[in-house]
């Protein structure tokens, strides 16, 4: 079982997968480089973290960030967009471009029979219980459970539990 920051009792059927990535542009001087954020904003179905940091004295723009999203196309989707967006970029301003990416944790689905028996523990121990795809990526085999908002009460009852071990 792994604790998540979704709202309390909140088990997730589902969890986000998570790619990793960064990127570096180089510009022959300083003037070359833009003066706006490199990165638009992203498709709704994923959720992207992005710092974008500029390093003048090198005229040199480093791009690091997370996306998340529910579903291996919809990874992948904003992935290329990042991709081709920071492509677009590099060609149009006569830049050096050099990125890398890496998937973290692909999106996962809980597991029917713990999923069931963590409700049911749940719902007799007197926490409410809701099924919702979670933000947070889960390892697989592993059945998410929010506890925001009852950190203390979940987390002891998890701990007192014989059944369930926090990852």
């Known amino acids: 079982m792994l604790?998540?920051?979704d709202p309390?009792?909140?088990i997730a059927t589902s969890s986000a997968g998570l790619i990793e990535f960064s990127a570096a542009l180089c510009w022959d001087s300083?003037?070359?480089?833009?003066?706006?954020p490199t990165l638009p904003a992203l498709p709704e179905p994923a959720r992207c973290t992005v710092v974008e940091t500029d390093d003048p004295a090198w005229a040199r723009r480093e791009i690091l960030g997370e996306?998340?999203?529910?579903?291996?196309?919809?990874?992948?989707?904003?992935?290329?967009?990042?991709?081709?967006?920071?492509t677009?970029?590099?060609a149009l301003s006569e830049a050096v471009l050099e990125t890398r990416a890496a998937r973290v944790a692909p999106p996962g689905s809980a597991p029917a029979t713990p999923l069931h028996?963590?409700?049911l523990d749940l719902r007799e121990a007197g926490f409410r219980v809701r099924f919702a795809p979670s933000w947070t990526p889960v390892p697989e085999g592993t059945v998410g459970l929010g506890v925001l908002g009852a950190e203390q009460e979940l987390k002891g009852f998890l701990r007192a539990h014989?059944?369930?071990?926090?990852?």
């Open 3 to 5: 604790a998540t920051g």
């Open 8 to 10: 309390a009792g909140t």
């Open 30 to 36: 300083l003037e070359h480089v833009p003066r706006s």
């Open 67 to 86: 996306i998340l999203a529910l579903s291996e196309r919809d990874l992948g989707s904003a992935l290329e967009t990042i991709l081709r967006s920071l």
């Open 88 to 90: 677009i970029t590099a």
């Open 117 to 119: 028996a963590l409700a």
């Open 162 to 167: 014989p059944s369930w071990r926090v990852a």
